[in-house]
């Protein structure tokens, strides 16, 4: 049996909110700041303890928040900025990759989508449209990535003159802007050597640097799409999350648009795993096991063209063989009349213990493995994202 | 000398503020904008996003007259006058 953490973090349509579990093992969710706001995302360092939430506000714009002391108070936190003359590469929705020629945009921050803590002091912020922000100092300054912003599979560098003038970073839905523009959702930190670093990208792929962020490269081999006429093509995947096995960082899992995936190798290689006459195929979330590189854990929905529960009946996945079978868990979940969405952050684990969180305000949480679940919140608002503390 | 009125929404964030009178040296609105962020320290970049346009649900009224220039904030200020900083009606 792994320690699992006793404290939730949510980032919910309507403000962050912490599910405790008190003495009597009751969890009980309660608001813990920023009410009213959008929080995309929240999370704490590991290093210092300091809280960060990525807020969306409805008019004001998209705000990194803090708090030094678990929350009781927050403040707003050194911003985040595109330097001067950031520009990238637009591609409308739906248009021909090799047509129609992108248009240069300047960039404004839509979304602050993910954080990540490294060794101390290091802190990565991913934005749409797709900036990789980065402190070296806790926290009190970011700075944009510039080899991944610069990358060739976006144009190249277009602060010096107008690049290749192709992109193959195309954009999601997910900006709150209702702009279209591609999104760094995953970060995902080796912890043998924090200069290793993955990055995932809807839609692009994943990326990893090996030399702290110099330099950046596909690693997409393996990973096969439903959606171009190249299913195998370099560039244009859709991963929806990514995460790596702490104690066994070559395994790498995937909830991708196009299925699950999973890596042995540090993601050079992906083989899909998905089991769709499981249900295991279309979702947004996925969580691996601390130890065990070959346990990971997913929500499935039923298809991109619908994505809600299968069949109105919610159930979590599991799967301790690396994607060979999965187990479908649904003691305690809602087996009829449910269309929980689970959004890409709303699903975490910590030792034995899982929660995740549904855009219809539903908060579930398992400590057996996901054997079995209780619902600790019904009427919570759309929760974007799940963290244990 | 310009008087400068807030949605009372932009107090959650910058108490600061809340209850004062608040009157600032300026001839257009992005100098307004300017004097604000020296009072409360970050209002610009709740009022104006980092190219120093107007957020698209934010609306400035000089007077009577909502701004021209949502871009460059160039809209002149005469002296004695109120600008009102809203938040525009988003829908829903």
């Excluded at chain 1, 839509?110 to 797709?130: D, E, H, N, S």
């Excluded at chain 1, 439903?226 to 244009?236: F, S």
């Excluded at chain 1, 619908?306 to 087996?335: C, H, I, K, Y």
Aim: aromatic share 10%.
């Amino acid at each position: 049996m792994q320690a699992s953490s006793n404290r939730i973090l949510l980032g919910t349509r309507k403000g962050t909110f912490a599910v405790e579990r008190g003495s009597g093992g009751q969890w009980r969710p309660s608001l813990l700041g920023h009410a009213g706001v959008g929080v995309n995302f929240v999370a704490r360092d590991p290093n210092t303890g300091t809280l960060w939430a990525a807020l969306g506000h409805g008019h004001w714009g998209a705000k990194l928040s803090r708090s030094r002391n678990g929350g009781t108070t927050w403040e707003d936190a050194p911003q985040i900025v595109y330097p001067e003359g950031a520009r990238y590469l637009d591609v409308p929705p739906g248009a021909d990759p090799g047509g129609q020629k992108p248009a240069f945009k300047p960039a404004k921050l839509q979304k602050l989508w993910c954080i990540a803590f490294g060794p101390p002091g290091q802190i990565y912020v991913g934005t749409i449209p797709g900036g990789l922000f980065v402190s070296a100092d806790g926290g009190d300054s970011f700075a944009l990535n510039l080899p991944l912003w610069n990358h060739e599979s976006r144009g190249g560098d277009l602060f010096q003159g107008e690049g290749s003038g192709v992109t193959h970073w195309f954009g999601t839905p997910a900006s709150e802007s209702g702009e279209f523009a591609p999104g760094i959702h995953s970060i995902a930190i080796d912890p043998r050597n924090p200069d290793h670093v993955l990055v995932a990208v809807s839609t692009a792929g994943v990326l990893e640097t090996v030399d702290g962020g110099k330099s950046w490269r596909s690693r997409n081999r393996g990973l096969v799409m439903d959606y171009l006429p190249d299913p195998n093509a370099e560039w244009g995947h859709d991963p929806h999350y990514l995460a790596l096995c702490p104690a066994q960082p070559d395994h790498v899992w995937q909830q991708n648009h196009c299925g699950v995936f999973f890596s042995s190798d540090g993601a050079a290689t992906w083989k899909k795993v998905s089991q769709p006459g499981e249900g295991v195929h279309f979702g947004f979330p996925i969580a691996v096991d601390a130890e065990r590189g070959k346990t990971a854990w997913v929500v499935p929905g039923k298809s991109d063209m619908q994505r809600t529960t299968v069949d109105g009946r919610l159930f979590v996945a599991r799967s301790d063989d690396g994607g060979e079978s999965w187990r479908p868990l649904r003691n305690g979940l809602p087996q009829q009349d449910a269309y929980d969405v689970v959004y890409r952050h709303a699903l975490d684990n910590s030792g034995d213990t899982l929660a995740f969180g549904s855009t219809t305000g539903n908060l579930y949480v398992s400590e057996d493995r996901g054997e079995s679940w209780q619902a600790v919140g019904n009427h919570l608002p759309p929760i974007y994202s799940v963290r244990f503390a | 000398m310009v008087h400068v009125e807030l949605t009372p929404h932009l107090f959650t964030f910058f108490p600061e503020l809340k209850g004062r009178r608040i009157e600032v040296e300026a001839d257009t609105v992005a100098a307004v904008v300017r004097r604000l962020d020296e009072l409360a320290p970050g209002i610009a970049f709740y009022v104006c996003d980092e190219h120093g346009s107007l957020r698209p649900h934010v609306n400035v009224f000089v007077g009577e007259n909502r701004v021209n220039d949502r871009q460059g904030l160039t809209d002149p200020v005469p002296a004695g006058s109120r600008v009102c900083i809203m938040q525009a009606l988003s829908g829903g």
